[in-house]
């Protein structure tokens, strides 16, 4: 089952690439990652603590608001 909190995270992370006008790969290779990671963190259904702390970090953004659902922002 997803969570809301894993719903969001999808969201939020597709927005951030979206609102920084990049493709996938171009985001993935931005923070480090390769673009087979993004995908599969995008279709995680229960990404850890530690994969979102470590993503959060790599994006620079607070890890709340990747899991922050869009109303309650």
């Not at 969001?8 to 006008?21: L, P």
């Amino acid at each position: 089952m997803k969570s809301e909190s894993n719903r969001a995270f999808k969201n939020n992370v597709r927005k951030n690439i979206s609102d920084n006008h990049m493709l996938q790969k171009d985001y993935a290779k931005s923070i480090g990652i390769t673009t087979r990671q993004l995908a599969h963190l995008l279709q995680d259904n229960n990404i850890s603590l530690a994969k979102l702390d470590d993503f959060a970090e790599r994006a620079g953004l607070d890890p709340w608001e990747l899991i922050r659902p869009p109303e309650s922002k």
